[in-house]
C-alpha cells in the first residue's frame, strides 16, 4: 500500500514569496490533514479535510494560507505572501475518516525556510 | 481545540533500562481515542500505540505499554526494554470521536544512552 505523498521535500524562499506544498492522500482516504511543525515544537493543526469539504481551519491563518482539497483526493498548501516565521515542516496526514480503528498516516513533510 | 500537554520536554534512558512519558490531556468528550507517536530525525511520524477511550484495559504492543486514567485524563507511554533505536521525539496525541479532529502534544525528546 502506497503511503501519503507529499512534495516538494525542501523549499527554500525569501520572504513575500508565494509558495505552495502537495500531498496525495492513501487512497480511498476521506480525512486528509495540514500541520505546521516549528523547531521544537509538536504539530499544530492548520486544517482538517473529510472529502472535500472543511472539518477545523479554526488554527488557518487566513489572511496569508489558503488550501484546497478538488475532488477529494490531492491537496495543496499556499502560503502568499511567506513570512520569515513560516519556516517550518508541513506534514500532511491521512485517515479513512469511518470513525472506527481510526489512525493518522503521514507523509515525510516538507521543510520550509523563509530567508 | 483540544489541550495535550507533555511536561517532559527532555528524558534519558540507559539502554535496557524502563522509561514511562507522562501525558494528561483536557477534553469534555466521552468518547475519543488517544496515541503515541514517534518521530525519528527523518520526521517520518510513525504510530507506536493507540487506545480508545471506551476500553478500560491498557493497550501494548510489545515492549510498548500506556498507562490510561481516564478520570485523571491521564495517559502515559511505558517502554521495556530500551533500545538505540528508540532515541526520537515522542508525541502525546487525541482524536476526537466522529469528526476525527486530531491535536498533538508538545513532544518529548527521549535519548536512549548505550
Known amino acids: ?115 | 481545540a483540544q489541550t495535550v500537554t507533555q511536561s517532559q520536554p527532555e528524558m534519558s534512558v540507559q539502554e535496557a533500562e524502563t522509561v514511562t512519558l507522562s501525558c494528561t490531556y483536557d477534553t469534555s468528550e466521552s468518547n475519543y481515542y488517544l496515541f503515541w507517536y514517534k518521530q525519528p530525525p527523518s520526521r517520518q511520524m510513525i504510530l507506536v500505540i493507540r487506545q480508545e477511550a471506551y476500553k478500560q484495559q491498557n493497550a501494548t504492543e510489545n515492549r510498548f505499554s500506556v498507562n490510561f486514567q481516564k478520570a485523571a485524563k491521564s495517559f502515559s507511554l511505558k517502554i521495556s526494554d530500551s533500545q538505540l533505536g528508540d532515541t526520537a521525539m515522542y508525541f502525546c496525541a487525541f482524536m476526537k470521536h466522529v469528526s476525527n479532529q486530531f491535536y498533538f502534544g508538545t513532544g518529548t525528546s527521549l535519548t536512549v544512552i548505550p
Open chain 1, 1 to 115: 500500500e502506497a503511503g501519503v505523498a507529499q512534495s516538494p521535500r525542501y523549499k527554500i524562499i525569501e520572504k513575500r514569496q508565494s509558495v505552495a506544498f502537495w500531498c496525495n492522500p492513501i487512497s480511498g482516504h476521506a480525512t486528509l490533514y495540514w500541520y505546521q511543525q516549528i523547531l521544537g515544537q509538536g504539530p499544530k493543526l492548520l486544517i482538517q479535510f473529510q472529502n472535500n469539504g472543511v472539518v477545523d481551519d479554526s488554527q488557518l491563518p487566513k489572511d496569508r494560507f489558503s488550501a484546497e482539497r478538488l475532488k477529494g483526493v490531492d491537496s495543496t498548501l499556499k502560503i502568499q505572501p511567506a513570512k520569515l516565521e513560516d519556516s517550518a515542516v508541513y506534514l500532511c496526514a491521512s485517515s479513512r475518516g469511518t470513525s472506527t480503528n481510526e489512525k493518522l498516516f503521514f507523509g515525510s513533510g516538507t521543510q520550509l525556510s523563509v530567508l
